[in-house]
């Protein structure tokens, strides 16, 4: 755990004229635009069909939400990063759909200071019955995502994707874990995302496909990490639950274990 060690520099809202507010407002406000923007562009890559219109207006409003929080810059050059970034976490790309759906329980992430990794870990045990998720769900394909947005002055982006984690109503019960190296991401905001896509039987039982029904997919950001210095930054309303030592993946695309 770390604590933010930035002083606060912020000036108070009352010490800017009403003009000089709106325009330094307006310049975050473009920033957080063009940061929204790129963005909702990964995460149309990752669940286009869940993403509308409404998904980039939510997105811009948690985010502006998390540089709101900046606690070093002043008002018109404020900046993801030097803040609290649990406001993007529970962002849903849909609404008509959650996790809670399909499990009990969310996922649950953990960063590894020594190996500079993260884990991600699903319960399986808390699972709902297939009849109960849709009478004719044959399959669950679940996914994880780590979108890593660095924090310098181009706040570059990257996304590591596990492979498909696919769930048949008979697959065993247990938990289910995926690890992400982030070496090169000693200052960083890191997104961790769970998807999930069902895949039914035709109606009269002949063939099977995958779905493409809004309320039978989500795409959730289950967690919000700030790294500062290679160490998670706490804030004093989160709470850090410790999870086992993470292990070393070997592709591209990350394999479960």
């Known amino acids: 755990m770390s604590s933010f060690s930035g002083k606060p520099k912020r000036k108070h809202r009352s010490d800017y004229s009403v003009s000089e507010y709106s325009k330094l407002t307006g310049c975050d406000f473009a920033y957080n635009n063009r940061l929204s923007s790129r963005l909702y562009d990964m995460l149309k890559v990752i669940q286009r069909m869940a993403c509308n219109r409404s998904t980039y207006i939510r997105l811009q409003g948690a985010l502006y939400k998390a540089v709101r929080d900046d606690r070093i810059h002043d008002l018109g050059s404020l900046r993801l990063g030097y803040g609290d970034v649990s406001p993007l976490k529970g962002f849903r790309f849909s609404l008509k759909t959650s996790l809670g759906r399909f499990f009990m329980n969310a996922p649950v992430a953990e960063f590894n200071e020594e190996k500079n990794s993260l884990e991600m870990r699903i319960s399986l045990r ?132």
């Open 126 to 257: 808390s699972l709902h019955h297939f009849r109960n998720v849709q009478e004719r769900l044959v399959k669950l394909l679940i996914k994880m995502y780590c979108i890593v947005i660095q924090v310098n002055e181009q706040n570059d982006m990257v996304i590591h994707a596990s492979k498909d984690l696919e769930l048949l109503s008979d697959h065993p019960r247990e938990d289910r874990s995926i690890f992400f190296p982030l070496q090169g991401s000693e200052n960083a905001v890191v997104l961790c995302l769970v998807t999930v896509r069902s895949w039914l039987t035709s109606p009269d039982g002949t063939d099977q496909f995958l779905s493409n029904d809004s309320t039978l997919m989500t795409g959730e950001v289950f967690d919000a990490m700030l790294i500062r210095d290679g160490k998670r930054v706490i804030f004093p309303k989160e709470v850090s639950k410790g999870i086992p030592p993470p292990i070393q993946p070997v592709d591209n695309e990350i394999d479960w274990s």
